[in-house]
């Protein structure tokens, strides 16, 4: 378009000195210079003409080029190309659920401060110090992030799964934002039987912890969540459980004081479980056989301690059903209560005492209707501790107590609230008192 009109006015010049010619030639200046003034004029309005067409030139072919673009855009989304991609066989689901919590606790002795003021933990509860009045603590540390990966090969599918949550943050504050740090829930891969990563020690059985508000719940719970190597045996009516697990040793030194973590082992823990399962519910039976060790500050011994623990699940009716756990041993430590009591003392010589330990729980879950449901419970636990070696303040028994109401107004999301009653007492005789209510908002997603 732009080389056409160039062409066009280059003649009509061209046509215009023709015809100025003769008159040159045959001397008639007047007349030869009202032309010259005549043709610059001309000029003049051919350029400006020029000109216009040139920006009209330049919009269309923008226009073209864009009306361009789009059809190559359409005809891509149209008649997409195949790519391989590195995840084009893996199947990502992702998941989880945000939850506020609204604590208010009570207590006989000095308050609980820290990561014992978000969840239930039956060794914060103090034995001295003077008591203050009640305090809320809101926080949505327990909101969950969950993604799962699945990827077929040619030994079958492989399966990853990764959680992560904000509870026991070591870092953030409540002054401003409230920023907390992630903390690593599970993180293990699965293929075929087998099960590598960090995630519930195959020691306790999930399925008959109680369905309480509170993340951790009784004090009698075996809860513990580490590394492991696990291989399952499915059976015609369950299934058997063994597993290598991550050992840590936590230790009371003599006459009392701070807990002495010591990861000393060059063994895992070894677990045996075994499971029946049917309609009536399931019941489980596992065997713990770990190794606990200290090689620091002067100390050097090691002992080996043992544990059982039997669990179940029945159903009552179509929706209820009774949760209940037995944990027995001088091996359980750190699996059962969340540390509640350390697994042994060391004595006067720096050798290991094993500490026999028990715990009982037992809940009930009723469900009213199709959006509501309660559930309650008790739990004890007990230490027979060497007081001429532990000394006198070390925890002897804890209790505890659950009752909540849980309503779901709408299909994945729940509103309840929980009452939460623990006891801590010591072989002083000194003991303290929780008295706390939980009201929690939770939505799936």
């Known amino acids: 378009m732009k080389f056409t009109n160039q062409v066009a006015i280059t003649a009509v010049l061209s046509a215009n000195l023709i015809a100025a010619s003769p008159a040159y030639a045959a001397g008639e200046e007047a007349t030869h210079e009202a032309r010259i003034r005549e043709l610059e004029e001309t000029v003049l309005e051919l350029k400006a003409l020029l000109e216009q067409q040139a920006c009209a030139s330049d919009a269309t072919c923008s226009r073209v080029e864009q009306a361009e673009v789009v059809e190559q855009v359409e005809d891509a989304v149209a008649h997409p190309q195949y790519h391989p991609s590195t995840y084009e066989e893996t199947t990502i689901r992702v998941g989880g659920f945000v939850k506020l919590d609204a604590i208010l606790s009570d207590y006989s002795k000095a308050p609980t401060r820290g990561i014992g003021e978000d969840f239930f933990i039956p060794a914060s509860i103090r034995t001295s110090g003077d008591p203050s009045d009640p305090s809320l603590n809101l926080h949505a540390k327990e909101s969950r992030f969950w993604l799962r990966s699945i990827t077929p090969t040619v030994r079958g599918d492989i399966s990853t799964y990764f959680e992560f949550d904000f509870m026991a943050s070591l870092q953030g504050n409540e002054r401003t934002v409230n920023a907390y740090s992630p903390r690593l829930r599970h993180a293990f891969i699965s293929a075929g039987r087998w099960t590598v990563g960090q995630t519930w020690s195959s020691f306790g059985d999930t399925a008959s912890v109680p369905d309480y508000l509170d993340d951790l719940g ?111 041993g001088d091996g359980l430590g750190r699996y059962m209560g969340m540390n509640s009591f350390n697994v042994g003392t060391l004595d006067a010589n720096g050798e290991i005492n094993l500490t026999t330990q028990y715990g009982v729980l037992a809940a009930y879950r009723h469900v009213w209707n199709d959006n509501l449901y309660s559930s309650l419970g008790a739990s004890f636990s007990d230490a027979d501790n060497d007081t001429a070696i532990s000394g006198f303040d070390v925890p002897e028994s804890y209790q505890s107590a659950h009752a909540n109401l849980v309503w779901s107004p709408i299909q994945r999301m729940s509103l309840g609230a929980e009452y939460i009653w623990g006891r801590r007492k010591d072989e002083s005789g000194n003991d303290g008192l929780l008295n706390r209510i939980q009201f929690s908002a939770i939505y799936l997603y």
């Open 218 to 328: 009784p004090v009698g719970v075996a809860n513990a969540r580490q590394p492991q190597i696990r291989y399952t045996l499915p059976t015609e009516n369950g299934s058997w459980l063994f597993a290598l697990e991550n050992p840590e040793t936590t230790l009371t030194p003599f006459g009392g004081g701070p807990l002495i973590d010591a990861d000393d082992s060059a063994f895992p823990d070894v677990i045996v479980r075994r499971d029946w399962t049917g309609n009536w519910g399931r019941i489980s039976v596992a065997g713990l056989l770990r190794e606990l060790k200290i090689d620091m500050a002067g100390f050097d011994d090691s002992a080996f301690g043992s544990a059982i623990a039997l669990a179940g699940k029945f159903m009552i009716g179509d929706e209820d059903d009774i949760r209940w756990q037995i944990n027995y």
